[in-house]
């Protein structure tokens, strides 16, 4: 009989996942609590249960008696899946306590400060009333977050003290654990820096830039490679095997968003799970490297010791198509410049469909690549013009 692997979701983010899971030979199991989605289709079979309520789902783990468990693109996947784990003896996963410590901002900035990991200075709060009294009127910019949550929920930046209030009672409201963070405002370009460690060690890497559309702190567009990745790839490694060999932390993907100023990387944010929105394909597109298939394999605790020399080559991405306001979808229109950019792309749009969030809701994803570092900057700043939804 197949192994069985239980996937934490089955969003369109998630269909890289549970692709390598069948090109592993596992029968995959998908969950979550939102019936048609559509990487439920590719899936063996679906159980609606919301992957985010940890009990639940090892619950189904149980009477499913899988043998594996995966992550879906989203922090409270990868803290599901560390609990079920630990719970069932299942492999691949750190501790439920270091899965925590890294998905939630606190706790990690916490731990950054204490070992000298480059990231923004914060301040954590679990009281509403001390962060409301915290902040001096002289201490902006700042940007306040709930620890929780990812793809930019609760987040404001705040620039004035007139802001400050309205920006804490939103991150605390929308926070599951209530508790948020108040970091120092960086101004600089963000990116996202993903590796794979085993035994402590950084084997791979992949950079680009990342890029929000009408929603500043959701990412729908990234270009590869990193601008000036050269000049922090160093600090990044030595950061990313700094913290596995003091948390001890199993084999597999360490995903880093960071702030690139002043010559220097920040680092903003930290998963141990998959990137969203197909962020495997151009990873496999620039490096020849079945990036999704190897996080699954360290995610099922498989060995992993035989993973290929890969380096980054090219320039890439993808980009998330989204209308600038809501309303009922006539038709997407992508500018023949674009032709020879598009190498693959996923739709789930139809004619009639309604726009009800045009800040989250997305329509398809389009791969892209580019002949030179010129043309990719060029281009990538255009996408918004160039790929454009008509609204009835």
Known sequence: MPKKILILNGD?????????SKKLGFHVITTGNVPHLIGHHYADEYHCIDFS??????????????????????????????????????????????TLLLHQKDLFKKFAFQHQIPTPYTQSFDNKDKALKAVEHDHFPLIIKPVDLSGGKGISKVFYRAEYTKAVIKAFNVSRVKRIVIEELIVGTEHSFSTFIINGKVVFYFSDNEYS?????????????????????????????????????????????????????????????????????????????????????????????????????GYCGRHCIMSSKNGIVKNVIVDDSLTNNIYDELFWWKKGDMIDNYLVQKLGI?????????EMIEKTNQLNNLIRVEME
């Open 12 to 20: 369109h983010s998630d269909i890289p996942l549970i692709q390598a």
């Open 366 to 374: 389009v791969m892209l690549n580019y002949s030179s570092m010129d």
């Open 53 to 98: 309520n940890k009990d639940e789902i090892l619950k189904l783990s149980q009477q499913l008696h899988i043998d594996y468990i995966c992550s879906n693109a989203n922090d409270f996947g990868a803290i599901t899946a560390s609990y079920v784990a630990e719970k069932m003896g299942i492999g691949g996963h750190d501790s439920y306590q270091t």
């Open 213 to 313: 559309y009408l929603n500043p702190y959701m990412v729908t567009t990234s270009a590869a490679p990193a601008i000036n990745v050269e000049k922090v790839s160093k600090t990044l490694v030595n950061a990313v095997e700094k913290m596995a060999n003091l948390l001890s932390l199993r084999d597999g993907i360490f995903h880093i968003q960071y702030i690139f100023a002043n010559n220097r990387a920040k680092i903003i944010d930290i998963t141990r799970r998959c990137s969203g929105d197909l962020y495997p394909y151009p990873v496999n597109y620039a490096t020849h490297l079945d990036w999704a298939y190897w996080i699954v394999r360290a995610e099922a605790g498989l060995d992993c010791s035989d993973f290929p020399t890969a380096t980054q080559i």
